[in-house]
């Protein structure tokens, strides 16, 4: 009884606590960079911003509409061939390409969901991988157009002029801010969305389409308008992401691999809400960062560079990150299938279950 | 004309692994109702088991079935036995995530101990052939697809003849129905699994001489056995069986007549059509 | 004018007819039951009415809008909605929450669609359990929420289908005086219904389906009182 999504909890507006939190979180984060200049934290703190985008992106189709996808490297990889592209083959600056490429996956997104949407469950998961899986089979074959698996390598960013100020993207401090002001529009649009009509409609759909047919919802129009939001930011994420890491090719951006990050960003921390995907990119990105390159821990001085613990992860887990994303979803199916959120609220009403005063009443905002 | 028959029968003896990897999936789905998306990883096992005993102790990968068989089946069983058993009445896209999960221990698992080079299993047949009416025909193939006939074969006699076969059958069919004639409904899960692993790894013995070996191996063939299994009806053993055949055909073809290149995406775009236009399978009914 | 007319309506599957040539008709502010024995094709014919599956062959016409091909969202929209038998609330939303789901369909400000919501609660009297989540609620006051629900949509036809299914008396009793209160208002409706007794005393007129036929049509004591429908019944209970 006390597992609600979010949204039917607080949907008169917004608490006032949360608004507070919220933009305590973003200005802490904001000064972060001043106090602390590590290269590794602050890559760190651009891979967990990235992974929150990419988690509120999948939540909107996935969490909210109920809509498994597990092809989203489909609209991943084509914000990230599109900006890429545009920037090394026609000297397009990022920023205005990432709206090229916006449009090109939300463009996508009708075309994918006017297609898999005319299936439910299972047949729909194949589906959307299916899709995926032709897209990158198609970037790796047509080399004439997209290099096929040789890939894009970014050549030089140009410099971003804002008034006086002049930005140029060499360090991770800049991408540190661009991407936390990313996430930030993300999360807002994301409840903005989900705290109207759409999340409702949205969320009718996924508790049980044909009931929601029969109230005057299409669900055809309102997964494509789900899919396409979704798309957009996934895109955007794409397009930050390969000019991040400043290399892409059809396996590392289209890759089945990919598609299942999204869904365990959310799994892991709590489906349909706006604070799980938060959570389980604050769980799942430290966690294969480190796996991938320990190094880092040695760069803050939390490890000397000739400790047994990181020689061993680098000697045996820094190619096999993934494992760590395999246990965590195995555990979190099997014992936490309303992922670290809902361990959290469960613990909070056994809590308060103890405490007699207001044990007994019942309504289902308890969490 | 020569080059169409000579790609229909390579095709052809390639399909008959397929076949192999596609029946144990269906097999697992229709007793379980679980889409198994380790279903590559447990082939990829199975190359690696075979690349093993082969490496190191010189043993044959055809006759190495008769090790990696069992041994699959074992850990197959064990898997159903202690983690997927717990999902079976769970929401079905977290049965696809456990597997997707799982799939993803025993792909990185092997990364670790083996690292992600590929490797080559080469036998002094490897890349034999021989002529047959202007046709050239691989040996390794030949013999893969000659013990996929011979295993396929044992298998329907199995499931048609015995039994426990019957039994398995039975609970495909309807689950409760079996339950209250008596079925222990739980052992023949375990044996489904247990069966459809064998059964994966067996094709990844089989197919170990002519690919490469590394841990990632295994996507390309959760994928394609999805698109074999709903080709041939979710659950239907027969419909694997041809399914595999189509697949390992049109695969050979539009590597002959569109591009090498394209041929698993036009097995793709197939597969999307299926979906969309016969979701039952070919030789499923339509259900409303 | 008739606000629903059903011409000739025919639904097979497969070679199986599930409701073979219907006809009737409803006027403004009536009610009609539809009574029949298991199997004789009232849901079916909820269905086709409601655009989940197109008639195989006739004509149904609401509003003077014909509706064959229109989908249910679009017949939600003209005016009609309908209750399902085996309830759905929409499980992990609140109980206001799926009403405003039905209220969304008139207006897109939440803040007017929380207040028709309440609304509608206070009809059915669930307005003490807003916050309640849907899928925690007993049958009974789930059937409610599915009424609300509807409601909300502000139809001008409501289908019901069998909302007394598996409640106890008393609570049958106040969904009878909701019926009731729904007709003072002015609402069209039309309802399945297994308890006669129930159907009799809120019915207008009755229609009864029998294997997928108009087995009868009439008032309330006119269809008591047929040998077809006695027989009809009789066999059912037979087996």
Known sequence: MDRRPLLSRAPRGFSVLGLVLFVAAIAALAAFPSFVKKPYVLHMGVVLFLAIIQGQAWNVIGGYAGQYSVGHAAFFGIGAYVTMMLLELNKTAPWVGIWAAIAAAVLLSLVIGSITFRLRGPYFVLASISVTEIIRLAALHFKDFTRGAEG????????????????????????????????????????????????????????????????????????????????????????????FVKFIDPNTVFGLDVSVQFVLICIIGGIGTILGPVIGAMVLVPLSEILRNPKGLVQLGIVSSDSGFVRFIEANLSNAHMLVYGILVVVVILFAPEGVLGVIRRLATRLRRRTPSRGRTEPAATA | MNVFLQSVISGILVGGVYALIGIGLTIIFGVMRVINFAHGDLLMLGMYATWLVFSRLGIDPFVSVA?????????????????????????????????????????????????????????????????????????????????????????????????????????????????????????????????????????????????????????????????????????????????????????????????????????????????????????????? | MAILDIEHVSKFFGGLAANSDVSFSMEQGMIMGLIGPNGAGKTTLFNCITGYYPPSKGEVTFKGTRLNGLQPDQVCRLGMVRTWQKVRPLAKLSVVDNVMVGALARTSSLRVARELAMEQLKVVRLDHKPDFLA?????????????????????????????????????????????????????????????????MRISDRIVVLNSGEKLAEGGPREIADNPDVIAAYLGERVE
Request: no cysteine.
């Open chain 2, 67 to 288: 090790i990696t068989g069992p041994l699959l089946f074992l850990w197959g069983a064990f898997l159903q036995k202690t983690l997927i058993n717990r999902v079976l009445n769970a929401l079905p896209q977290n049965q696809i995530l456990l597997t997707i999960g799982l799939g993803l221990i025993m792909s990185n698992s092997i990364m670790l101990m083996f690292t992600s080079d590929y490797r080559i299993l080469t036998t002094t047949y490897s890349s034999s052939s021989f002529s047959l009416g202007g046709i050239s025909i691989s040996e390794p193939l030949l013999v893969a697809f000659l013990i996929t006939a011979v295993i396929t074969a044992a298998l329907y006699w199995f499931l048609l003849r015995t039994d426990t076969g019957q039994a398995i059958r039975a609970t495909a069919q309807d689950r409760d129905a079996a339950q209250l004639m008596g079925i222990n409904v739980q052992a023949m899960s375990v044996l489904a699994f247990g069966i459809g692993s064998a059964l994966a790894g067996v094709a990844g013995a089989l197919i170990s001489p002519t690919y490469y070996i590394f841990p990632q191996v295994g996507s390309t063939f959760t994928l394609k056995a999805f698109v074999i299994v709903v080709l041939g009806g979710m659950g239907s053993v027969i419909g694997a069986t041809l399914g595999g055949l189509i697949i390992g055909v049109t695969e050979s073809l539009s590597a002959v007549y569109i591009a090498s290149g394209l041929k698993e995406l036009v097995v793709f775009v197939l597969f999307l059509g299926l979906l969309l236009f016969k979701p039952s399978g070919l030789l499923g009914k339509t259900r409303a």
């Open chain 1, 152 to 243: 894009f390598l970014v050549t030089e960013i140009p410099t971003l002029k804002i008034g006086a100020t002049e930005i140029e993207f060499f360090t991770k401090r800049p991408f540190y801010f661009a991407a936390l002001g990313l996430a930030v529009v993300t999360i807002i649009a994301n409840w903005a969305v989900q705290h109207s009509k759409l999340g409702y409609y949205f969320q009718a759909i996924r508790e049980d389409q044909d009931a929601a047919h029969s109230l005057g919802i299409n669900p055809a129009f309102y997964k494509n308008v789900a899919l396409a939001i979704s798309a957009a930011f996934t895109a955007a994420a794409g397009g930050f992401y390969a000019m």
């Open chain 3, 135 to 199: 899928g925690g609620l007993p049958i009974g006051e789930r059937k409610k929420l599915e009424v609300a629900r509807a409601l909300a949509t502000k139809p001008e036809l409501l289908l019901l289908d069998e909302v007394m299914g598996g409640l106890n008396p008393a609570e049958s009793e106040e969904i009878i005086q909701l019926i009731l209160e729904l007709k003072k208002r002015g609402l069209t409706q039309m309802v399945i219904e297994h308890d006669m007794k129930a159907i």
